[in-house]
C-alpha cells in the first residue's frame, strides 16, 4: 500500500539523526505552527458555540469531553508504551523488530477502544443523571454520548498508532492529520449549529472525523516502516513487556484524568452544570495555551528515550536546557494573560462573563505555567522506563485533591475548585523537578548502568 498523503519529510532511524538539533527544532517547529490553529478556531468558535447553545449545553459539551477523556483510559499506556518501546528499539538499531510490534499493538488498542464503547453506549443513560443534566436536555445528552461511544475505538487505536509517528519525529504528518479533527471541533459548528442547533449534529462531526483520522494513519505507516503492509504477523508475546509498562502510565492517565474533570463533575453535582461554563471555559483557554508546550513535550519525549541509551550524558544536558528554557520563557505569557484577563475574556465572551471569571482564570494561569514546568521531569521519567514515580504522585495526590475540592468548592464554588487546582499543581511541580534532578540527572558515571536498564533494554 503506497502513501495516501505526500510528504517531504525523510525517513529519519538513527539516534543521532532522531534527537539532533535540527530535528528536534524541526518537529517542535512543526508542532508550535500548527498549534496555533485550533487557537484561533477555538477562539472564534466558543462564544458562537456557547451563544447558540447555551450556557447549560455548552456545560454538557464539555462534560461529554471530559467523559471521552475516560474512554481514552482504554489505552492502558499502550500509546506511552508503544513510543518507549520504538524509541529504544530505535536507539539500539533493531528496526526490524517494528511491523509486528506495531501490527500487534494497534490491534490490542481497538480491541480495548471497542470494549470501551460499548460500555460507554449503555451507561449513557446513567450517566445524564449523574451529571444533573435538566429534563429538557435529557434525551440529547443521551444520543450525544452514545454516538460518541461509536467513536471510541478509532480514537483509542488512532492514540497508539500517532506513537509510531511521534517516535520517528514524523511531527509534520500527525498535524497534517490532526487538522480534520480542529476543523470538526471548531469549524464544523459554523456550518452544523444554524440546521442542528444541539449536542447530536456537533458530536456526529466529530465522530465521522475520528474515523477518517485513523484511516489515514493506517495506511501511511509505510512512510516510516517500509515493510509494514508485507505480512500480516502479530505475536501476542510482544504485548507482555508492552502491558507491564503501560499500565503505570496508564494509572497515571486514568487518575489524572479523574482529578482534571473531577472539578467540573463535583461542581455540577453540587451546583448544577449551568455553572460548569464558568470554570471549564476558563481552564479551556489557559489549556489552549500550554498546547504550546505540549507541541514541545511530545517531541522531546521519544527523544529523551532514544538519547537515554545512545548517549545519557548528552540527554542529561537537554532535560536541564529544556527545564530552564521551559521556566524562563513562560513566566511573562502566563503573566500577561493574568494581568489582562478581564479585558481580555471582555472582547472573547462578553464583559458580564469576564467579571465572573476574572480570578479564575489568574489561578489557572498560575496552575498552568506550574504544569508546563512538571510536565518535563515526567516525560523524562516515562521515556527511561520509570512511568511508576508519576502513577504514585498522583494515587498519592488524588485524596488530597478531592477532599479540598469538596471542601472549596461548598464554600467559593468554581473559584473554589480553580485553587484547588493551583496547590495540586504546585505540590505536583515541586515534587517531580526535585526528584528527578536528584534521582537521575544528577548521578555519577557510576549509576548509569543501572538507570540505563530501567529502559528495558
Not at 131 to 158: D, K
Amino acid at each position: 500500500m503506497s502513501r495516501i498523503l505526500p510528504s517531504t519529510e525523510k525517513v529519519i532511524h538513527t539516534a543521532e539523526q532522531l534527537t539532533n538539533r535540527k530535528t528536534l527544532i524541526k518537529s517542535a517547529g512543526l508542532n508550535l505552527l500548527t498549534s496555533v490553529l485550533p487557537l484561533l478556531a477555538g477562539f472564534f468558535a466558543v462564544p458562537y458555540i456557547m451563544a447558540t447553545l447555551g450556557e447549560e449545553r455548552f456545560g454538557i459539551l464539555t462534560l461529554i469531553w471530559a467523559v471521552i477523556g475516560y474512554g481514552m483510559m482504554l489505552d492502558v499506556g499502550l500509546g506511552k508504551a508503544l513510543i518507549q518501546r520504538i524509541s529504544v528499539l530505535l536507539g539500539i538499531n533493531k528496526s526490524d523488530q517494528l511491523p509486528k510490534l506495531v501490527r500487534t499493538s494497534l490491534l490490542a488498542s481497538f480491541i480495548l477502544g471497542t470494549i470501551g464503547g460499548v460500555v460507554l453506549w449503555f451507561l449513557s443513560p446513567q450517566l445524564s443523571i449523574w451529571l444533573s443534566v435538566s429534563e429538557e436536555y435529557r434525551t440529547e445528552t443521551i444520543n450525544a454520548l452514545q454516538l460518541m461511544a461509536i467513536s471510541v475505538p478509532f480514537l483509542i487505536c488512532s492514540i497508539s498508532c500517532m506513537g509510531v509517528y511521534e517516535a520517528h519525529q514524523r511531527f509534520g504528518f500527525i498535524n497534517l492529520v490532526n487538522w480534520p479533527i480542529v476543523l470538526a471541533n471548531f469549524v464544523a459548528p459554523f456550518f452544523i449549529l444554524p440546521y442542528m442547533p444541539n449536542l447530536v449534529g456537533l458530536v456526529l462531526a466529530v465522530v465521522i472525523t475520528r474515523i477518517i483520522v485513523l484511516i489515514l494513519l493506517v495506511a501511511n505507516l509505510k512512510s516510516v516502516i517500509p515493510t509494514y503492509f508485507k505480512s500480516n504477523e502479530i505475536d501476542l508475546e510482544v504485548m507482555k513487556p508492552q502491558f507491564a509498562y503501560g499500565k503505570w502510565p496508564a494509572i497515571t492517565g486514568l487518575v489524572n484524568t479523574l482529578l482534571s474533570s473531577a472539578d467540573r463533575f463535583m461542581l455540577s453535582s453540587m451546583m448544577g452544570a449551568a455553572i460548569v461554563a464558568f470554570l471549564t471555559t476558563p481552564n479551556y483557554a489557559i489549556g489552549r495555551f500550554s498546547t504550546f508546550v505540549n507541541s514541545s513535550i511530545n517531541v522531546i519525549f521519544p527523544a529523551f528515550g532514544t538519547e537515554y541509551i545512545a548517549n545519557p550524558e548528552r540527554c542529561k544536558r537537554m532535560y536541564k536546557k529544556f527545564i530552564f528554557l521551559m521556566t524562563i520563557a513562560l513566566a511573562l505569557p502566563f503573566a500577561l494573560i493574568a494581568f489582562f484577563a478581564e479585558p481580555l475574556f471582555s472582547l472573547w465572551i462578553n464583559p458580564e462573563f469576564a467579571e465572573k471569571v476574572g480570578l479564575v482564570v489568574v489561578l489557572f494561569c498560575v496552575s498552568g505555567y506550574l504544569q508546563c514546568i512538571q510536565s518535563i521531569p515526567a516525560a523524562f521519567l516515562n521515556a527511561i522506563g520509570k512511568p511508576k514515580v508519576n502513577s504514585m504522585l498522583s494515587i498519592a495526590i488524588m485524596p488530597i485533591f478531592l477532599g479540598l475540592l469538596y471542601i472549596l468548592i461548598s464554600k467559593y464554588a468554581f473559584e473554589g475548585a480553580a485553587v484547588a487546582i493551583v496547590i495540586k499543581s504546585f505540590i505536583e511541580t515541586t515534587f517531580l523537578v526535585t526528584y528527578t534532578y536528584n534521582k537521575f540527572i544528577n548521578v555519577p558515571a557510576s549509576s548509569e548502568k543501572k538507570i540505563k536498564g530501567m529502559s528495558g533494554v
